[in-house]
């Protein structure tokens, strides 16, 4: 590959550069000690990168956690868009919707997953703001769609994220201690009545 | 009636008028200059109850609020539970399930509901303490048995609320504009497919 040369091109490879040692840092710290003890300052120190250029390019504490969340999705993206089936494509609608459902599942019962784990931290301005939010309704949206379902597919895809939002299903599992077997099975359940690939 | 007499009967009595008093004006408040700014020393003040008193009745300013949302949602439970069908017994449980859906939205959508009002204020405690989010709940999860819905009632039960739950339908209403009729159509189609009462 060759590199753009010039003072311009070097300042943007730095750029580029400090915004990944910037994100690498944070979901050290996030990894180590979990989001809500992570502050500005560690995370410029820990990247070796000035506090005013962490605080330039990402606004504010919120701003990081969120572009963080973004960096993490990216490659749940990829798996649910051109990965293998039954979650990416090659499987029927209702399978690929249930395989979603399943996935989304999976991560938020992994303490170990960035992506919900800095979703809790930020759980207002997630719904109104986060690129992966608005993904993944695109997604079941278009998957209803495809699946043949004659309706307000906008609005089912909204009712059917509903339930696995991360909210909802860490309240059934802490406060009703619900076990992610049984929440995969009542979303396979609700994916095959709404599509209409139960028996009926 | 006849009162029952003696200083213990009269203590029992001034503490039920305290009670009543610092609900009342807390309700007084909370219409007037909205839930997130009144506080325990106001409330105190409008009701001439001490704020001793105040406190020991209900914890703290969370606890005085989530009393007032169970004396608000007594009235709606009334209505759901032995009220005039579809909403109340005598209606098929389908409809009743549509009917109580649309109540709920029809509240969430209005001001002056001091349900809602309350229930955004304290958005955590919400879902894991209140006995009305308890009631909601055995209501659907009874309502999807009698319907004859063959499958895990009361996990079905929390799908169905999560869409009408106060945060998404407040997230669909202000971030994406979703107008009451259109949430409304959603949750009655929603409750048909779940019930199998679509044409299928």
């Given at each position: 590959?060759?590199?753009?040369?010039?003072?311009?091109?070097?300042?943007?490879?730095?750029?580029?550069?400090?915004r990944?040692?910037?994100?690498?840092?944070?979901?050290?710290?996030?990894?180590?000690?979990?989001?809500?003890?992570?502050?500005?300052?560690?995370?410029?120190?820990?990247?070796?990168?000035?506090?005013?250029?962490?605080?330039?390019?990402?606004?504010?504490?919120?701003?990081?956690?969120?572009?963080?969340?973004?960096?993490?999705?990216a490659e749940?993206?990829?798996?649910?868009?051109?990965?293998?089936?039954?979650?990416?494509?090659?499987?029927?609608?209702?399978d690929?919707?249930?395989?979603?459902?399943?996935?989304?599942?999976e991560?938020?019962?992994?303490?170990?997953?960035?992506?919900?784990?800095?979703?809790?931290?930020?759980?207002?301005?997630?719904?109104?703001?986060?690129?992966?939010?608005?993904?993944?309704?695109?997604?079941?949206?278009?998957?209803?769609?495809?699946?043949?379902v004659?309706?307000?597919?906008?609005?089912?895809?909204?009712?059917?994220?509903?339930f696995?939002?991360?909210?909802?299903i860490?309240?059934?599992?802490?406060?009703?201690?619900v076990?992610?077997?049984?929440?995969?099975?009542?979303?396979?359940?609700?994916?095959?009545?709404?599509?209409?690939a139960?028996?009926?």
């Open positions: 590959m060759t590199e753009p040369s010039g003072d311009l091109a070097g300042e943007r490879a730095d750029a580029a550069r400090n990944a040692r910037l994100l690498e840092a944070a979901a050290w710290l996030v990894a180590e000690r979990g989001a809500e003890h992570v502050t500005m300052r560690e995370v410029a120190q820990v990247a070796g990168v000035g506090k005013g250029t962490l605080f330039r390019r990402f606004g504010d504490r919120n701003g990081l956690l969120l572009a963080l969340v973004d960096d993490v999705e749940f993206y990829q798996a649910y868009t051109f990965g293998l089936p039954p979650l990416g494509p090659g499987a029927p609608a209702s690929r919707l249930i395989a979603f459902g399943y996935a989304l599942l991560r938020v019962s992994d303490p170990t997953d960035l992506g919900p784990a800095l979703g809790r931290q930020v759980p207002t301005d997630r719904r109104r703001t986060s690129n992966y939010g608005r993904a993944f309704h695109l997604h079941v949206t278009s998957l209803l769609r495809e699946a043949g004659v309706g307000d597919h906008t609005m089912l895809a909204h009712a059917l994220l509903a696995v939002d991360l909210e909802t860490d309240h059934l599992r802490n406060d009703d201690q076990i992610t077997e049984r929440l995969k099975a009542t979303w396979a359940d609700l994916v095959r009545r709404v599509t209409g139960a028996d009926c």
